[in-house]
């Protein structure tokens, strides 16, 4: 089990920007796919981004291609969104979510991550 916390979510006005961090604990999160996940009120939760467990490939939804990026520090056990140019769209409440290395990051199949955060809200006021 690897275990998840996000945080740095919070209010903001449109065009501005935010950093959210996912610390994790527990198995090894260095071997683990990574992704970003989003759920806003009445919505079905949707990806994001997801990386690789090196870091060394990244995919984003069409809705956030050049706005937001998705990196990770596995020394701090940590995977980061970088959020800029936000929009009201964008609200929602984020979580992370890890999966095993097996799995495609292009793939976007909820169920093929095991181990989710708690999640934390992006407010995107216009």
């Known amino acids: 089990q690897v275990q998840l916390v996000e945080s740095g979510g919070g209010l903001v006005q449109a065009g501005g920007s935010l950093r959210l961090s996912c610390a994790a604990s527990?198995?090894?999160?260095?071997?683990?796919?990574m992704g970003w996940f989003r759920q806003a009120p009445g919505k079905e939760r949707e990806f994001v981004a997801a990386?690789?467990?090196?870091?060394?490939?990244?995919y984003y939804a069409d809705s956030v291609k050049g706005r937001f990026t998705i990196s990770r520090d596995n020394a701090k056990n940590t995977v980061y969104l970088q959020m800029n140019s936000l929009k009201p769209e964008d609200t929602a409440v984020y979580y992370c979510?890890?999966?095993?290395?097996?799995?495609?990051?292009?793939?976007?199949?909820?169920?093929?991550?095991?181990?989710w955060g708690q999640g934390t809200q992006v407010t995107v006021a216009s």
């Open positions: 979510a890890a999966k095993e290395p097996k799995y495609n990051i292009r793939s976007s199949y909820l169920s093929e991550y095991d181990n």
């Open positions: 990386i690789t467990w090196s870091g060394g490939s990244t």
């Open positions: 527990g198995r090894t999160f260095s071997g683990n796919n």
